[in-house]
């Protein structure tokens, strides 16, 4: 009996034991969901405007703030919407300010190409062929010439291309044609008017300057012989200038030899093409160019003016790099719409123009492909799809610099340049060129030699308005700091919410969702408890 009651108490209290243990699990559940903050609790004390009265004991309270609030969420939704997709069309303003810079000394001056309209002087080509055939030869080299130019049947027969086997095959004219152009095209030294102590044709900054502070090349389509003028290529230096007005700007006096030019119908134009540009940058001058006609005194007015763009995601995408033709230059859009022209006369005529040989080894178009090809080819690009697909992958340039020019025009005294012709000739050394492109003028009566200045010489002046930067920067309008303004202004004026209300109720979320882990562990081990 004794072992019994001693086994019966042993059971009742590992029974009271197992109870009690129960009982205490029991309290720490309910003071850990106790000590878990209600969503009433949270309520009233968050820093979210009118929450708090969403437990109030009126009804129609609760529900009347319910509304508002639920009202000024949706609204404030609705503002994100707006904003973001605002936000995400990057819309951006343009800023036009004047900068002028303190160091006049370092205001640099454009380079300024010059092209003769005539890509063939037909004086120098005589004389290169003479050097070559006999005469009754380049008789009627210069006779076939005219017949590809004006694209004559007769130019295509095969008597005509046995003849003269240089204007038809690519093999034999990649180097003869480009010797031509550049032996037969103008120099800057014969189109320059010969000077004399009281006589400059060339002077920038009231300094004489002369053929060999220009860089010369070929054009890209045409062949024409350009010279540009501070360049600062070929070891001349960039040049700047100190004075804002005519005195101070570059001052040519050219002569355009007009009874030299070989005619072209599809060009019948006499003069020289202009063009005003920023160093290392490439703009095809038969595009861009301002035709200066001879017989007139030119003044060309110029501005600076700086473009900076935005780059992607923004609407204009700007570009940066440079492209290469014969060398090097910046990266421009009308430079990149040349390049993607040139892709479509490849295409279509099989070769090249010469500017564009450095880019692959394709042969250059000979004389019959420019005539019958290329030039319908680039006047056909207008019209394609290709053109429309390089517009759209010629972006525009991140920065560049270009010139605003305008031009005006006066007569010529042509008593003072007669007058200034005839001292230069008679009494300075001059040499074996100049004595035989003049020769004629010497003998020619008044009358002629009026003529003559009006046919043939061109005053040009060019030079800035004033020393000052017109820059034209695009700003964004709606920048990331911007967008969360915005946000954070709409939301604490709707709901007096701020960032600070966010961490709030993620750290209520968070405290709730640990809490309901705890708890279902507690449960767990209960059961396994038991």
């Known amino acids: 009996m004794a072992f019994l009651k001693h086994k019966v108490d042993a059971e009742g209290i590992e029974d009271g034991t197992i ?17 878990v903050e209600g969503w009433k609790s949270f309520a009233e004390d968050t820093t979210l405007h009118g929450a708090r009265f969403f437990f109030a004991d009126n009804f129609f309270r609760r529900l009347l703030w319910i509304a508002a609030v639920l009202g000024c969420a949706i609204f404030c939704n609705y503002q994100v919407y707006t904003f973001v997709r605002h936000f995400y069309e990057r819309p951006f303003n343009t800023k036009i300010t004047f900068d002028r810079d303190n160091d006049e000394n370092a205001f640099p001056f454009p380079a300024v190409t010059l092209c003769n309209l005539n890509a063939l002087n ?32 007769a130019a295509f027969t095969k008597e005509f291309k046995k003849r003269n086997p240089e204007f038809f095959h690519r093999s034999q004219t990649v180097n003869e044609t480009q010797t031509n152009f550049w032996i037969a095209g103008d120099d800057m030294e014969d189109m320059l008017l010969p000077t004399s102590p009281e006589f400059s044709s060339c002077s920038i900054n009231g300094k004489q300057c002369n053929a060999h502070n220009f860089t010369s090349s070929l054009s890209a389509f045409h062949g024409l012989k350009c010279h540009t003028f501070n360049s600062a290529e070929g070891g001349n230096p960039l040049l700047n200038t100190t004075v804002a007005g005519l005195p101070s700007g570059l001052r040519l006096r050219l ?5 030299e030019y070989i005619p072209i119908p599809w060009r019948p134009s006499v003069g020289i093409l202009l063009l005003i540009h920023e160093q290392k940058t490439f703009l095809p001058v038969e595009e861009f160019g301002i035709i200066i006609q001879p017989g007139m005194s030119s003044l060309c007015a110029i501005k600076r ?66 005539i019958l090809c290329v030039f319908p080819s680039y006047e056909n690009f207008g019209t394609s799809s290709e053109k ?19 031009l005006s025009y006066s007569g010529l005294q042509r008593d003072a340049f007669i007058e200034q012709l005839m001292f230069s000739l008679n009494n300075t050394e001059k040499s074996g060129m100049e004595l035989e492109m003049y020769k004629p003028f010497l003998n020619m009566t008044e009358e002629q030699r009026e003529k003559f200045v009006d046919e043939n010489i061109i005053s040009l002046d060019i030079y800035f308005e004033d020393l000052s930067v017109e820059i034209v920067e695009q700003k964004p309008v709606f920048e990331t700091w911007a967008l969360i303004g915005n946000l954070g202004g709409t ?40």
């Open 255 to 259: 002569n355009i030899e007009r009874d």
């Open 122 to 153: 037909k004086r120098k080509l005589i004389k290169s062929l003479t050097n070559v055939y006999g005469q009754a030869t380049v008789d009627k080299k210069l006779q076939d010439m005219y017949l590809i130019i004006r694209r004559s049947k």
């Open 305 to 370: 003016r700086k473009i900076i763009n935005l780059e992607k995601p923004y609407a204009t995408n700007c570009r940066k790099g440079s492209l290469r033709f014969d060398r090097d230059f910046a990266y421009t859009k009308p430079a990149c719409m040349v390049n993607c022209r040139n892709d479509y006369i490849i295409k279509a005529c099989g070769c090249t123009v010469i500017k564009f040989q450095a880019n692959r080894p394709i042969p250059i178009c000979a004389v019959n492909d420019s």
């Open 491 to 530: 939301f604490g004026l709707f709901l007096g919410m701020s960032f600070l209300t966010l961490l709030e109720s993620f750290d209520f979320v968070f405290r709730r969702i640990l809490h309901l882990f705890k708890a279902t562990k507690n449960k767990k081990s209960l059961a396994s408890d038991r």
């Open 19 to 35: 109870l009690r243990r129960s009982n205490v699990d029991m309290r720490d559940s309910e003071t850990e969901h106790r000590d």
């Open 388 to 406: 429309s697909a390089c517009e759209r992958k010629c972006g525009e340039p991140c920065e560049y610099v270009e010139y605003k020019t305008s």
